[in-house]
C-alpha cells in the first residue's frame, strides 16, 4: 500500500520559514516524479514545486520562485519543501504528490499558516 505522509506544517509569522517533509512507503521513490501542491481556502489545488525523477530538474510557481525549493532523498524515501521568506499569501495545505507515469499518489496534507 503507498502511502505518501506529509509533516512540518504549522503557524509561522510573515517573513519566516517551514520545511515540510513527506514520508513515502510502499513504492520506489526515485522512480516518481515528486511535486508539492497547495490549496488555500476557496481557492483551487495549485503546484508549487516539482523535480524530476533524476533530481536534476526543478520547477517553481512564479508566486514561490527564489522562496522555496523542492529537494528529494530517494535514499530515505522522502521529499522536502524548504519555504522561507513567507507571506500571508502562502497559507494554504500543502500537498505531495508521486507520479509515474498513470500512477498517481496523493498525501493528506499539511495545514501551513502565515500569520501577519
Known amino acids: 500500500q503507498v502511502q505518501l505522509v506529509e509533516s512540518g506544517g504549522g503557524l509561522v509569522q510573515t517573513g519566516g520559514s517551514l520545511r515540510l517533509s513527506c514520508a513515502a512507503s510502499?513504492?520506489?521513490?526515485?522512480?516518481?516524479?515528486l511535486s508539492w501542491y497547495r490549496q488555500a481556502p476557496g481557492k483551487e489545488r495549485e503546484l508549487v514545486a516539482t523535480?524530476?525523477?533524476?533530481?536534476?530538474?526543478?520547477q517553481y510557481a512564479d508566486a514561490v520562485k527564489g522562496r522555496f525549493t523542492i529537494k528529494r532523498d530517494d535514499g530515505e524515501s522522502m521529499v522536502y519543501l524548504q519555504m522561507s521568506s513567507l507571506k500571508s499569501q502562502d497559507t494554504a495545505v500543502y500537498y505531495c504528490?508521486?507520479?509515474?507515469?498513470?500512477?498517481?499518489?496523493w498525501g493528506q496534507g499539511t495545514q501551513v499558516t502565515v500569520s501577519p
Open positions: 504528490h508521486a507520479r509515474l507515469r498513470g500512477d498517481v499518489y
Open positions: 510502499g513504492l520506489t521513490l526515485q522512480d516518481y516524479h
Open positions: 523535480i524530476d525523477d533524476y533530481g536534476w530538474r526543478e
